[in-house]
């Protein structure tokens, strides 16, 4: 089975480029659907989930070039509003495609998106959302069919809860509207930010992005457009938790400390020192190990991100002191836990509660990711472990991180990625 190796111990020192933000670009990919013409991404990561959303647009209609990390759609000609079940299934936030399509083509056919490791993954909200716009959903033996895309109406959406695929869902769907829409308690995230700066560089009319309320004037004109998607801050927040980790020092650039404050906050609590500039931040562990840092809630933004969850656990399972996290976002996201354990950490996970217990040394093991970040998290906890971990699971990283064992390696870390 595929599996990384790394051999822990080894202080990190170096530089690293963050690449593109894949909850940024998923949305993007499925906005490129509202302009009839020719949408042009640079910095799009080479994911996974990335790859699925392009085999989502060739399968809609459009033209789809990859050159490095630039990806041009071509949209001019969309003929199917179907979403296969095998697209569907190889990406769990493939419903962000849902209010795209019905505003382009008028309606939609998807399947159901299964939970996912991280629990149920209800979409309530988002169709909540499009019916208030006008669209008819109705389900039909796991399908979703929607109607009427071609009438949607502005309207006043209220959603009950800051859900930033609700949002996404919202924004492009009412950029397919007549009239006016504005979205209360509205997502917060940089990825909002970034897909609706992508949105008006198309020529759509969004504001308030970064707020509570945003604002959508449906129907204007578009044409093409190109765009810089933002970095990945929570590849970002993984490899400042692997020098925390491992000890040593790193810059990284290519994304905005301002978007992860709340991580680096917590990382100086603990002991790290942090020197951030506008597109880069600079960590240096020199004091080993980290001090435990009290109580971390996961919330929506500006809150702790419930994705840094499991690296910074992970940097944490070497520390002085105890560390409990609240897990409040998702009900199944400690699934990294039993694997931390299986290298000598103390965790002990409750529900949505997790209490790390930080101990002098790990050693290494084999360990299985479960999710994405969960498997970030393995990868972070065995460059501080005496020794060999060995990580299979690699699907699940391959995700969200397009060149972790390059970035890792260009720290100094011995990482090696064995293919059986
Ligand atoms: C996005 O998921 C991200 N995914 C997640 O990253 C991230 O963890 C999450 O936001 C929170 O920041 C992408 O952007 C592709 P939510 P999303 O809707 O949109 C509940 C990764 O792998 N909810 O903000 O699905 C939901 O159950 C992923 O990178 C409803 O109840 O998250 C959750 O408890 C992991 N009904 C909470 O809201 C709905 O209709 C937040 O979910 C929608 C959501």
Not at 127 to 145: F, I, K, W
Not at 387 to 399: A, F, K, M, S, Y
Request: glycine share 10%.
């Amino acid at each position: 089975m595929d599996h990384y190796e790394i051999r822990g111990g080894t202080p990190l020192s170096g530089r690293v480029e963050i690449h593109g933000a894949k909850n940024s670009v998923l949305p993007m990919l499925a906005a490129t659907l509202l302009n009839h013409g020719v949408s042009v991404l640079h910095n799009c990561p080479n994911l996974s989930d990335v790859d699925a959303s392009l085999a989502i647009l060739r399968h809609l209609g459009c033209r789809v070039e990859r050159e490095e990390d630039r990806v041009t759609v071509d949209a001019a000609s969309v003929t199917r509003w179907d979403i296969p079940d095998h697209l569907m299934r190889e990406m769990r936030s493939s419903v962000i495609f849902l209010g795209a399509i019905l505003a382009r083509t008028g309606q939609a056919d998807v399947s159901m998106p299964g939970g996912c490791e991280l629990g149920p993954r209800p979409i309530d909200l988002h169709l909540a959302a499009l019916e208030r716009l006008g669209a008819e959903v109705e389900q039909q033996g796991g399908r979703l069919l929607c109607t009427r895309g071609d009438r949607l109406t502005g309207a006043e959406i209220d959603l009950s809860l800051p859900s930033v695929g609700a949002t996404e869902n919202a924004m492009l769907a009412a950029v397919g509207a007549f009239g006016c829409t504005v979205i209360r308690n509205a997502a917060r995230e940089p990825e909002i930010v970034d897909l609706a700066r992508f949105l008006r560089s198309m020529g759509a009319q969004v504001r308030g992005e970064g707020s509570s309320t945003v604002i959508v004037e449906g129907k204007t004109p578009l044409h093409d457009a190109e765009y810089r998607v933002m970095g990945d801050r929570i590849v970002a927040a993984t490899y400042l938790s692997a020098v925390a980790a491992a000890g040593g020092e790193a810059e990284l650039t290519g994304a905005d400390p301002s978007q992860f404050s709340s991580v680096l906050a917590l990382l100086r609590q603990g002991g790290a020192e942090i020197r951030c500039r506008p597109q880069s931040v600079h960590i240096r562990c020199v004091q080993k190990p980290l001090c435990g840092v009290g109580c971390i809630r996961t919330a929506p933004y500006p809150g702790f991100p419930t994705d840094a969850q499991p690296v910074l656990m992970a940097a944490l399972c070497r520390s002085q002191g105890t560390t409990v996290f609240v897990e409040t976002m998702f009900e199944n996201r400690y699934r990294h836990v039993d694997e931390l354990c299986r290298m000598g950490a103390n965790i002990r996970a409750e529900g949505r509660v997790a209490v790390v217990t930080g101990v002098e040394r790990l050693r290494g093991a084999p360990v299985q990711a479960h999710d994405l970040r969960g498997g970030g998290a393995l990868c972070v906890a065995a460059l501080g472990a005496e020794g060999i971990t060995t990580v299979t699971g690699l699907n699940h990283i391959r995700r969200g991180y397009a060149s972790l064992v390059e970035d890792l390696s260009a720290l100094g870390a011995e990482i090696r990625e064995v293919n059986a």
